[in-house]
């Protein structure tokens, strides 16, 4: 039995009334001098027992009265036994459509299509006086929920006009979200009916805290609701998809190609023999190749391009195959800025006047060569070498990436800006050297983990010439030294030199270092490479939109024999390249998330448009925001290309955005029997394969019905009880 | 405060006078409706003759001896010969009680006053008795006029307190008085009805011819209260009971009733008469059932 209305429980405390006014009447005697007490004694004497029991047998009735009145208030209800529905008792129901991104899979018919009929074919078994919310996988549990109907041809072309969309499930979530609302509603049945393909890629059933905390919701409900489970679209669909596409460079520059990996996938259970990727660049094809995926199999193409003017630039790959229920996912985006140059600022701290004396110097020649045999040869980064004394009269907003060369401190200002600087986009590179100062470093850069170190520095001679390491001297005379060991952290910067890439930077011999902290445990922070002792070697940490570098040992030969290698020069350039890769604000982005354009006063008096991949284009209203002006836009449902422009602009002014949906909809794997067991045993979940037995869970049994009335009647007859022994007894 | 002795004294006289001028108004009302009959001859008895002397009264000359053997004799009257009546009257606690005005024990003051002087203008010897839970007041029966200052002066300073302990003072009363007379008693008597039962049997032992007249407030038999009352006992001070009256009523009412029964019962099993008088209602009804008794002596 359930209480419709347990929120008046609080009446029951009128049973207390009749009690209460008994004590008030005990207090409110009116004495009265008698004579003929004999008889009230004696009366007293033979019926105290029959007095007391009667006095009790009234209080009992009226407090029965209330109870009774009370009790219909709050609408018990017995609701039938087996679960399904009883013709007596409303129905409140929640109606979940799983609309995420595989629900499109399906060529003839598909999956949402499904979903929709059984959706409404579901809506047809409730009746007059039954309601429904109405909830979708990709909003539920995202703000207020929408309000329960009751109007049920209204439901039926809300069921119509809904569209799957290009976003993932979070399936826990929606459930979570369905069965509150379910608490919210008032009729006796609680029915939530979830309509999805089973795919087992939004379920994260290995999750099990969320879905310990989804059970002990439903085992807390008020009513437990019935929750049905059922399937639509196809066991496992043929789909191939693309789903990856990455440029190898983090910095693309017109002075050297770059080349694009594309994965290619096949998540369906037939060979996908007949498979041609094509390669665009800003919507012009430039490469097409064939591939061929057998089941579960993904493939890795290459495509190099140059790009030939800086800007933004939208890249794409397009799949074409016959064995493909889910078109959707063959083609990916990928928006380029492409830099004509990248500016570093290297602020040297051991100024010398010979060449190659100290760090900088060889940071300026590893960042950016010269070929003596051809002088108008150049690369993308332009460096600017300044005395660490100068940095606080520099303007780092010009610049994408600072390096600190063996600086031996920096006055409070300074590192403020350094901070500013690093939050809103730019990189920072640490290379210490013999002139650092341990003690500022951790007081005005380390913070205890606040500032812009990533991590403390534990030793570092500075009053003596001997190593803060010595690295042991063996039996032999040969010198032992230590050497850059592994990449213990994946970093674009180091992918290069990976050994299966050809590159062996363990040959490097290093003399000396600055010995670490341990990493404080923050997300935010992580070492890349380690020396052959286990020692940090390079740790980064990320800070607001930009980075930070730590090299631990000097990049110039007083530390080590770096420079003498050939792995120096791109190391330095991939290090800069990485810190310098943001691109605020961001222009690849997931479907769901806000676009963002900034640009200056000047270039937002002309009105912005964007253009969308479905749709006229749309004026952005502009927002100040200091100096600067952001255009936003929210609404990125619809997976593809943007394009943000000043009206009648050229195409250098215009940029590229891309909206990608998630492509782990792409995997066409269902859950497994026992998936569905263990729901069917944690959240009492019914599964329902087909309409009919999901007809048969629903169908209409006998039994429940609402006490209301008989409590009234009993109520009633309480109160005639209570006139008549008061007529007898008086 | 204390009174000054004059003034008390004066209320007093007061008191008795006033009970006095009730008696008397009572009881001649009474009687002129009776056409004054009442008075003939009922208070004297015959003893013997004995010859005329000078100075005997010409009226108490036995005319027809006088007649058969030509001697003047007069009647000779003997005081013992005359009704000796016992008035008691019940002054404990619950004669306090008033339900509307007059207190049962005000009314059977009054009431004894009146048969008080009705009795002794019939040359009745009137004695009296006041109790509660012992004897407290106790005059012995004479007839004259003086005496009934005395009775009404008794009277009027009584005033009621105590417990009643009526049983076992009918009892020693029933033991007290010697001579066979008229005991009438006034009081609620409320007491266990079987010792008053025993008491009256040990007066209708002794011969005496006893009058019982019932003092009772009418809501005292009808218990008409219609709330929660704290009754609070005027015998005993402190017993208190706390009682829904309307849920009692019925158990009061039948409680009383059975009561009355077996005390009417017990009365007329010893040819006691017994008269409920109700302070509601006029005195006479008491000096009618005291004459209506006296004739049948």
């Given at each position: 039995?359930?209480?419709?209305?347990?929120?008046?429980?609080?009446?029951?405390?009128?049973?207390?009334?009749?009690?209460?006014?008994?004590?008030?009447?005990?207090?409110?005697?009116?004495?009265?001098?008698?004579?003929?007490?004999?008889?009230?004694?004696?009366?007293?004497?033979?019926?105290?027992?029959?007095?007391?029991?009667?006095?009790?047998?009234?209080?009992?009735?009226?407090?029965?009265?209330?109870?009774?009145?009370?009790?219909?208030?709050?609408?018990?209800?017995?609701?039938?036994?087996?679960?399904?529905?009883?013709?007596?008792?409303?129905?409140?129901?929640?109606?979940?459509?799983?609309?995420?991104?595989?629900?499109?899979?399906?060529?003839?018919?598909?999956?949402?299509?499904?979903?929709?009929?059984?959706?409404?074919?579901?809506?047809?078994?409730?009746?007059?006086?039954?309601?429904?919310?109405?909830?979708?996988?990709?909003?539920?549990?995202?703000?207020?929920?929408?309000?329960?109907?009751?109007?049920?041809?209204?439901?039926?072309?809300?069921?119509?006009?809904?569209?799957?969309?290009?976003?993932?499930?979070?399936?826990?979530?929606?459930?979570?979200?369905?069965?509150?609302?379910?608490?919210?509603?008032?009729?006796?049945?609680?029915?939530?009916?979830?309509?999805?393909?089973?795919?087992?890629?939004?379920?994260?059933?290995?999750?099990?805290?969320?879905?310990?905390?989804?059970?002990?919701?439903?085992?807390?409900?008020?009513?437990?609701?019935?929750?049905?489970?059922?399937?639509?679209?196809?066991?496992?669909?043929?789909?191939?998809?693309?789903?990856?596409?990455?440029?190898?460079?983090?910095?693309?520059?017109?002075?050297?190609?770059?080349?694009?990996?594309?994965?290619?996938?096949?998540?369906?259970?037939?060979?996908?023999?007949?498979?041609?990727?094509?390669?665009?660049?800003?919507?012009?094809?430039?490469?097409?190749?064939?591939?061929?995926?057998?089941?579960?199999?993904?493939?890795?193409?290459?495509?190099?391009?140059?790009?030939?003017?800086?800007?933004?630039?939208?890249?794409?790959?397009?799949?074409?195959?016959?064995?493909?229920?889910?078109?959707?996912?063959?083609?990916?985006?990928?928006?380029?800025?492409?830099?004509?140059?990248?500016?570093?600022?290297?602020?040297?701290?051991?100024?010398?006047?010979?060449?190659?004396?100290?760090?900088?110097?060889?940071?300026?020649?590893?960042?950016?060569?010269?070929?003596?045999?051809?002088?108008?040869?150049?690369?993308?980064?332009?460096?600017?070498?300044?005395?660490?004394?100068?940095?606080?009269?520099?303007?780092?907003?010009?610049?994408?990436?600072?390096?600190?060369?063996?600086?031996?401190?920096?006055?409070?200002?300074?590192?403020?800006?350094?901070?500013?600087?690093?939050?809103?986009?730019?990189?920072?590179?640490?290379?210490?050297?013999?002139?650092?100062?341990?003690?500022?470093?951790?007081?005005?850069?380390?913070?205890?983990?606040?500032?812009?170190?990533?991590?403390?520095?534990?030793?570092?001679?500075?009053?003596?010439?001997?190593?803060?390491v010595k690295v042991a001297?063996?039996?032999?005379?040969?010198?032992a030294y230590l050497h850059l060991g592994g990449?213990?952290?994946?970093?674009?910067?180091?992918?290069?030199?990976?050994?299966?890439?050809?590159?062996?930077?363990?040959?490097?011999?290093i003399?000396?270092y600055?010995a670490?902290?341990?990493?404080?445990?923050?997300?935010?922070?992580?070492?890349?490479?380690s020396y052959s002792n286990g020692a940090a070697a390079?740790?980064?940490?990320?800070?607001?939109?930009?980075?930070?570098?730590?090299?631990t040992t000097?990049?110039?030969?007083?530390?080590?024999?770096?420079?003498?290698?050939?792995?120096?020069?791109?190391?330095?350039?991939?290090?800069?390249?990485?810190?310098?890769?943001?691109?605020?604000?961001?222009?690849?982005?997931?479907?769901?998330?806000?676009?963002?354009?900034?640009?200056?006063?000047?270039?937002?008096?002309?009105?912005?448009?964007?253009?969308?991949?479905?749709?006229?284009?749309?004026?952005?209203?502009?927002?100040?925001?200091?100096?600067?002006?952001?255009?936003?836009?929210?609404?990125?449902?619809?997976?593809?290309?943007?394009?943000?422009?000043?009206?009648?602009?050229?195409?250098?002014?215009?940029?590229?955005?891309?909206?990608?949906?998630?492509?782990?909809?792409?995997?066409?794997?269902?859950?497994?029997?026992?998936?569905?067991?263990?729901?069917?045993?944690?959240?009492?979940?019914?599964?329902?394969?087909?309409?009919?037995?999901?007809?048969?869970?629903?169908?209409?049994?006998?039994?429940?019905?609402?006490?209301?009335?008989?409590?009234?009647?009993?109520?009633?007859?309480?109160?005639?009880?209570?006139?008549?022994?008061?007529?007898?007894?008086? | 405060?204390?009174?000054?002795?004059?003034?008390?004294?004066?209320?007093?006289?007061?008191?008795?006078?006033?009970?006095?001028?009730?008696?008397?108004?009572?009881?001649?009302?009474?009687?002129?409706?009776?056409?004054?009959?009442?008075?003939?001859?009922?208070?004297?008895?015959?003893?013997?003759?004995?010859?005329?002397?000078?100075?005997?009264?010409?009226?108490?000359?036995?005319?027809?001896?006088?007649?058969?053997?030509?001697?003047?004799?007069?009647?000779?009257?003997?005081?013992?010969?005359?009704?000796?009546?016992?008035?008691?009257?019940?002054?404990?606690?619950?004669?306090?009680?008033?339900?509307?005005?007059?207190?049962?024990?005000?009314?059977?003051?009054?009431?004894?006053?009146?048969?008080?002087?009705?009795?002794?203008?019939?040359?009745?010897?009137?004695?009296?008795?006041?109790?509660?839970?012992?004897?407290?007041?106790?005059?012995?029966?004479?007839?004259?006029?003086?005496?009934?200052?005395?009775?009404?002066?008794?009277?009027?300073?009584?005033?009621?307190?105590?417990?009643?302990?009526?049983?076992?003072?009918?009892?020693?009363?029933?033991?007290?008085?010697?001579?066979?007379?008229?005991?009438?008693?006034?009081?609620?008597?409320?007491?266990?009805?079987?010792?008053?039962?025993?008491?009256?049997?040990?007066?209708?032992?002794?011969?005496?011819?006893?009058?019982?007249?019932?003092?009772?407030?009418?809501?005292?038999?009808?218990?008409?209260?219609?709330?929660?009352?704290?009754?609070?006992?005027?015998?005993?001070?402190?017993?208190?009971?706390?009682?829904?009256?309307?849920?009692?009523?019925?158990?009061?009412?039948?409680?009383?009733?059975?009561?009355?029964?077996?005390?009417?019962?017990?009365?007329?099993?010893?040819?006691?008469?017994?008269?409920?008088?109700?302070?509601?209602?006029?005195?006479?009804?008491?000096?009618?059932?005291?004459?209506?008794?006296?004739?049948?002596?």
């Amino acid at each position: 039995m359930v209480f419709l209305n347990w929120i008046l429980i609080g009446g029951l405390a009128a049973v207390a009334a009749p009690v209460i006014i008994h004590l008030l009447q005990r207090n409110r005697v009116t004495p009265l001098d008698w004579g003929a007490m004999m008889f009230l004694e004696e009366l007293l004497a033979e019926r105290a027992r029959q007095i007391k029991l009667r006095e009790l047998l009234l209080l009992l009735v009226r407090a029965s009265i209330l109870a009774c009145l009370a009790l219909a208030l709050m609408r018990p209800t017995i609701l039938a036994s087996s679960g399904a529905r009883a013709p007596d008792v409303h129905t409140s129901a929640v109606l979940l459509l799983d609309d995420s991104f595989s629900m499109n899979a399906g060529r003839a018919r598909t999956a949402w299509q499904e979903a929709r009929e059984r959706a409404i074919r579901y809506v047809d078994t409730l009746r007059k006086g039954d309601d429904v919310t109405l909830l979708f996988t990709s909003a539920a549990g995202k703000g207020a929920p929408p309000a329960a109907l009751f109007d049920l041809e209204r439901v039926r072309e809300l069921i119509r006009e809904a569209r799957p969309r290009h976003e993932s499930a979070d399936v826990a979530r929606a459930l979570d979200a369905a069965v509150k609302q379910l608490e919210t509603r008032h009729n006796p049945r609680r029915e939530l009916l979830f309509v999805t393909d089973l795919q087992a890629a939004g379920w994260e059933l290995d999750d099990g805290a969320r879905w310990s905390y989804l059970a002990g919701l439903v085992r807390s409900s008020r009513i437990a609701p019935q929750i049905l489970l059922t399937s639509v679209g196809q066991e496992r669909p043929s789909n191939v998809a693309l789903t990856g596409l990455t440029p190898s460079r983090s910095v693309v520059d017109p002075y050297a190609a770059v080349t694009f990996h594309v994965t290619a996938a096949n998540e369906g259970p037939e060979k996908a023999g007949d498979a041609a990727v094509t390669f665009f660049v800003n919507g012009a094809p430039k490469a097409t190749r064939n591939v061929e995926l057998a089941p579960g199999a993904r493939e890795v193409l290459a495509f190099t391009y140059q790009f030939e003017r800086p800007g933004s630039h939208l890249v794409s790959c397009r799949l074409r195959s016959g064995a493909d229920e889910l078109p959707d996912d063959n083609e990916l985006l990928h928006s380029v800025v492409v830099l004509d140059r990248l500016p570093v600022l290297l602020v040297d701290g051991d100024r010398r006047t010979q060449p190659l004396a100290s760090e900088a110097d060889f940071l300026r020649e590893a960042l950016s060569p010269r070929d003596a045999d051809d002088p108008t040869w150049r690369t993308v980064i332009e460096t600017t070498a300044i005395d660490s004394t100068e940095l606080k009269y520099a303007d780092l907003s010009k610049y994408r990436v600072v390096v600190l060369a063996n600086v031996a401190a920096l006055p409070g200002a300074t590192v403020g800006d350094l901070e500013r600087f690093v939050v809103a986009g730019g990189g920072l590179l640490l290379a210490p050297g013999d002139r650092v100062q341990l003690g500022a470093y951790n007081r005005d850069l380390y913070r205890n983990g606040a500032g812009l170190l990533p991590v403390s520095l534990d030793k570092l001679g500075l009053s003596e010439p001997t190593p803060l390491v010595k690295v042991a001297r063996g039996p032999e005379p040969a010198p032992a030294y230590l050497h850059l060991g592994g990449i213990v952290s994946n970093a674009p910067a180091l992918e290069l030199f990976r050994p299966e890439r050809g590159q062996d930077w363990t040959q490097a011999r290093i003399r000396q270092y600055v010995a670490t902290g341990a990493p404080s445990g923050q997300d935010d922070v992580r070492v890349l490479a380690s020396y052959s002792n286990g020692a940090a070697a390079l740790v980064q940490k990320n800070l607001g939109e930009g980075k930070v570098y730590l090299l631990t040992t000097a990049v110039d030969t007083g530390w080590s024999d770096l420079p003498v290698h050939p792995f120096y020069v791109p190391l330095m350039q991939c290090l800069v390249f990485d810190l310098a890769s943001a691109v605020i604000p961001p222009r690849n982005l997931r479907v769901g998330q806000a676009l963002s354009y900034v640009t200056g006063a000047e270039a937002a008096r002309h009105p912005h448009l964007l253009y969308r991949p479905q749709g006229d284009p749309l004026e952005l209203a502009p927002r100040r925001q200091g100096a600067l002006t952001v255009y936003t836009h929210d609404d990125t449902a619809a997976p593809g290309s943007y394009l943000v422009a000043p009206e009648g602009a050229g195409a250098d002014e215009r940029v590229h955005y891309t909206v990608t949906a998630d492509r782990a909809e792409s995997v066409m794997v269902r859950l497994e029997p026992g998936d569905l067991r263990r729901l069917e045993r944690d959240l009492g979940a019914h599964y329902a394969p087909d309409w009919d037995s999901l007809g048969r869970l629903i169908g209409l049994d006998g039994g429940g019905y609402e006490l209301s009335a008989w409590l009234i009647l009993a109520a009633a007859g309480f109160c005639f009880l209570e006139t008549w022994l008061l007529r007898r007894w008086s | 405060m204390t009174q000054p002795a004059e003034i008390t004294e004066h209320a007093a006289l007061e008191r008795v006078s006033k009970l006095r001028l009730i008696a008397r108004t009572v009881v001649e009302s009474f009687v002129s409706g009776q056409h004054r009959s009442v008075y003939k001859g009922f208070s004297v008895e015959f003893a013997q003759h004995r010859e005329y002397s000078r100075g005997d009264e010409l009226r108490h000359i036995d005319w027809k001896v006088f007649g058969k053997s030509d001697k003047l004799f007069v009647k000779q009257y003997e005081e013992e010969t005359n009704l000796r009546a016992h008035l008691c009257l019940d002054a404990s606690g619950s004669m306090r009680y008033a339900g509307h005005g007059e207190s049962k024990f005000e009314y059977a003051r009054k009431v004894a006053a009146a048969l008080a002087y009705l009795m002794i203008g019939q040359s009745d010897s009137v004695g009296f008795v006041a109790f509660d839970d012992a004897l407290r007041q106790q005059i012995p029966p004479r007839g004259t006029s003086g005496h009934l200052s005395t009775l009404l002066k008794t009277l009027a300073e009584i005033e009621p307190d105590r417990e009643t302990n009526l049983a076992p003072l009918l009892h020693e009363l029933a033991g007290r008085i010697r001579r066979r007379g008229l005991v009438i008693v006034l009081s609620d008597f409320f007491a266990p009805v079987e010792d008053l039962i025993k008491a009256l049997a040990h007066l209708h032992h002794k011969r005496h011819e006893v009058i019982l007249f019932q003092i009772l407030d009418p809501r005292e038999i009808d218990f008409p209260f219609e709330e929660m009352h704290e009754f609070r006992c005027m015998e005993r001070p402190g017993v208190r009971l706390r009682l829904d009256a309307p849920r009692v009523a019925k158990l009061y009412r039948e409680r009383f009733q059975r009561f009355q029964e077996r005390l009417r019962e017990a009365c007329h099993r010893h040819r006691f008469d017994h008269t409920v008088l109700t302070t509601n209602q006029p005195y006479d009804a008491a000096l009618a059932q005291y004459l209506s008794r006296r004739q049948g002596i």
